[in-house]
């Protein structure tokens, strides 16, 4: 039997209000609709601290979230594993918080331990997330991953920094030049889709996340092979989570898909060149990415069915997947 039109338009406008209330909970939005990211909690002060002086210091993350996943491959590309321990949260999408695989400090999910560290109970308790002090001093260091690589980067470490301090003006500038845009625009410029509330704010959204994508092609293919000359450096730790999850979810779930990545040749092979440094493949687990996302992110996913592929060993082949060219 047909439903009834005005049945449908009801269900419609019932579901859209709800739908409105929980994406306020998840993702702020401005008057005009485009998603707001909160700033993070602990930032200030991170360029006074020696990393040699930290008690126990570690590293909380989650394999899904990019802006944890940029420190975990700092992490592994230095060769970190002996001075900074690493913890992998897991999430438990019924009650939309981080789980700790075992207790840390007495605490069993990360909100407590935010909270027994001082944390803003009112803010969300988010990975990354640096602190210290095994033996019971607990002290939050910061959860602001674009903050955090600095200090990382100078860390401890078997491997050389990326941005060492002789490193020449010219590619310094280029790399935090890259860094800034492709915060704005391609970090956090995929949320700023996938969370967008009309219309308008998704074309902003994927305009500029376009436009930024199409300006490091042609930068990428006329002066790589990494984006600030001939090493990689922090620009190219800030691109990576974020262009290795693209046909896993945003892609699909976020709507970042203008033109598919194999259209983009220089990024496309970018992609694959980072992802064979050392220690690179092993922080990338695009089963846990595809079940948090499309699993835990209720609202713009409401049957929670997760979809399959592709699989990750063609997206990182130096030619794209057979039956595609790399003309755009
Ligand atoms: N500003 C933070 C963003 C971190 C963030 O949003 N993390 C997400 C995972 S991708 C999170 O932990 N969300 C949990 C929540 O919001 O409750 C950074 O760059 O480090």
């Known amino acids: 039997m047909p439903v009834p039109a ?23 939005a401005g008057p005009e609709g485009d998603f707001r990211r909160q700033p993070a909690q602990f930032s200030d002060g991170l360029a ?16 899904s979230c ?17 001075s900074l321990a690493l ?8 009650g939309g918080r981080w789980v700790l695989p075992e207790p840390l400090q007495g605490c069993r999910t990360l909100a407590q331990l935010y909270r027994q560290g001082g944390g803003d109970r009112r803010r ?15 002290r939050l260091i910061g959860n ?33 030049h890259w860094a800034q845009r492709l915060q704005d625009h391609v970090n956090d410029g995929v949320y700023r889709c996938g969370f967008a509330r009309n219309q308008a704010a998704y074309t902003r959204a994927a305009t500029a996340l376009f436009t930024t994508l199409e300006a490091l092609e042609q930068h990428l293919a006329a002066a790589g092979p990494w984006i600030a000359g ?21 892609a699909p779930l976020f709507g970042c898909s203008r033109r598919p990545l194999w259209s983009f040749p220089a990024l496309w092979q970018w992609r694959a060149r980072f992802h064979a440094l050392p220690g690179v493949a092993g922080t990338c687990w695009p089963v846990a990415w595809r079940r948090d996302y499309f699993g835990a992110l209720f609202p713009l996913h409401p049957s929670g069915l997760v979809p399959e592929g ?8 130096a030619q794209p997947p057979d039956g595609t060219t790399m003309a755009p």
Do not use: K, N
């Open 124 to 138: 969300r308790a988010t990975v990354p997330l640096l602190l210290s002090g095994g033996g019971g001093d607990l």
């Open 48 to 63: 006074a601290i020696d990393p040699q002086a930290l008690v126990e210091p570690r590293l909380v993350v989650g394999r």
């Open 66 to 82: 990019p802006w944890a996943h940029r420190l975990w491959l700092l992490r592994s590309l230095r060769g970190m594993e002996a």
């Open 310 to 317: 592709p699989d990750l060993a063609r997206l990182v082949a």
């Open 6 to 28: 005005p049945l449908v338009a009801t269900a419609r406008h019932l579901w859209h209000c709800q739908w409105q209330r929980l994406m306020d909970g998840l993702a702020a």
């Open 87 to 94: 913890t992998v949260a897991e999430p438990d999408p019924i």
């Open 230 to 250: 001939d090493h990689p450096s922090l620009a190219d730790v800030r691109l990576f989570p974020t262009l290795i999850r693209w046909e896993a979810v945003y």
């Open 144 to 176: 602001d991953s674009a903050a955090l690589l600095p200090l990382l980067d100078r860390w401890p470490a078997a491997r050389p920094p990326l941005e060492p301090p002789q490193r020449p003006a010219a590619e310094r500038e280029l790399s935090s």
